[in-house]
């Protein structure tokens, strides 16, 4: 997995892939459940990519972003040892949420496969819900021109 942590004007981050056989059903392409795990190794390397990881989050400042909603919409299929370009994004950050926009697509033809989003909420270890902790608040919203509101 490589991550591109130069910034686009687009806010993407880019981390590719390679398609493993187990992550392929019968009939030879991507069972269609990788693409949300996918969607979080991109989501992961974007928040990386602001400087700071789900870890620290959890242990600093005692906050969790558990998924609430998910949309894929399926274009093409991948297939094994196909290379996937998995792009994420930030399209939303709010108090006591934030939501991601995904694209998966095949790196030798840029053929768009699936694109989709995930919404989150923020929780504390026991479960309620919380504000985003200022610090990571602040860093996501340090590099983009994202739609942030209170409430």
């Known amino acids: 997995m490589t991550t591109n942590h130069e910034w686009p ?5 880019e981390t590719r892939v390679r398609v493993r056989y187990a992550e392929t059903d019968q009939a030879g392409v991507v ?3 990788n693409y949300l795990v996918w ?15 789900y870890r620290d989050m959890e242990k600093e400042a005692d906050a969790f972003l558990p998924v609430t909603e998910c ?10 040892d196909d290379e996937l370009r998995i792009r994420s994004r930030v399209t939303a950050l709010r108090s006591r949420a934030v939501s991601f926009a995904y694209e998966v697509r095949r790196a ?3 053929a768009l496969l699936a694109e989709g ?7 504390n270890s026991a479960g309620r819900t919380r504000a985003f902790p200022p610090k ?12 942030s509101e209170s409430g």
């Open 9 to 13: 004007k687009s806010g993407w981050e």
């Open 31 to 33: 069972y269609h459940a």
């Open 39 to 53: 969607f979080e190794v991109g989501r992961v390397e974007l928040c990386r990519a602001y400087g700071f990881n």
């Open 71 to 80: 949309r894929v919409t399926y274009r093409q299929p991948a297939r094994y």
């Open 108 to 110: 030798s033809d840029d």
């Open 117 to 123: 989003e995930t919404h989150h909420i923020v929780i």
């Open 136 to 147: 990571y608040a602040a860093l996501m919203r340090g590099e983009f021109d994202v739609e």
